[in-house]
């Protein structure tokens, strides 16, 4: 089952820290696509969910040396407080 998760890195100086990211996620076996933007610091990837879990992902980031964390956004929103009974 495909998967995508997105992390929020750190530790990147340069836009070679984010290619060597990118092909670390990207040579993990179950990885489909890896993608890793250095201006948002942030990484998009495409991944066989029966294989992979987002923690696999998090640590090959901080194997290479980086830091990760997977965004949660996709997260259902709170629903909004009921409103107050009417006054008598």
Known sequence: MREQARLEL????????AA??????????????????????KAVVSYDGERL???DLVARVAAAGYGARLLDDEAPAAPPPPPPPPKP
């Open 10 to 17: 750190s530790g990147m100086t340069c836009a070679s820290c």
């Open 53 to 55: 879990q987002p923690a």
């Open 20 to 41: 060597r990211i990118e092909k670390s996620l990207s040579r993990l076996e179950g990885v489909e696509t890896a993608s890793v933007n250095f201006a948002t610091g």
